[in-house]
């Protein structure tokens, strides 16, 4: 339980620190902002709740690729929030790019938007060591291991550990105690 508190506070932390920098914004602008914070948050410290297979990386130093695939959302707030930082002994190299496959050599890769071009992409990743994050509304759309949502104007996320599984991640307990609804592994 201790973990699970550990968790809710650094991501509460974080929160506070992007509210409080995206209130110099407009009210619309400031509600935008600090949802793209939180999710790009979100996108670095997902890393240090997953476990891949050794096979995932070329060798013990090799980083974590966080990749964005088509229109980046996030400008510059996604770098500020990698900017120096490692998880675990890995350093964490930022991608962006505009089409992926299975041997892109991401680690995490995050979809931005319902965007139905997106899915063949999205469901060629199924079943790789590849941690898929989307951002789809709920209009029953294709999502990823871990999906984006809005409730109660809080960004929160939906996990399909079966998923994770079957590409032979592992999910950290902490995380999917955390998640607004888990897809259990079979």
Avoid at 3 to 12: C, D, F
Avoid at 32 to 59: H, N, Q, R
Wanted: aromatic share 8%; glycine share 10%.
């Amino acid at each position: 339980m201790a973990g699970t508190r550990g968790l809710a506070r650094i991501l509460g932390g974080m929160l506070a620190f992007y509210v409080a920098l995206a209130a110099t914004a407009g009210p619309a602008r400031a509600l935008e902002a600090t949802e793209l914070a939180v999710k790009a948050a979100f996108l670095f410290k997902f890393g240090f709740f997953v476990e891949w297979p050794t096979a995932a990386f070329a060798s013990g130093d090799s980083p974590i690729n966080l990749c964005i695939v088509g229109d980046d959302p996030f400008g510059s707030v996604l770098d500020e929030a990698i900017k120096g930082r490692k998880i675990g002994d890995r350093t964490i190299a930022l991608r962006r790019m505009s089409s992926i496959s299975r041997d892109s050599g991401c680690h995490i890769v995050y979809f931005a938007g319902a965007d139905g071009a997106r899915i063949p992409e999205l469901a060629a990743l199924k079943g790789s060591d590849v941690l898929t994050v989307t951002d789809v509304r709920a209009d029953g759309g294709e999502v990823g291991i871990i999906n984006f949502v809005l409730k109660d104007n809080h960004v929160r996320f939906d996990i399909d550990e079966a998923a994770a599984v079957s590409g032979g991640l592992v999910i950290s307990s902490q995380l999917l105690r955390v998640a607004l609804d888990v897809t259990p592994r079979p």
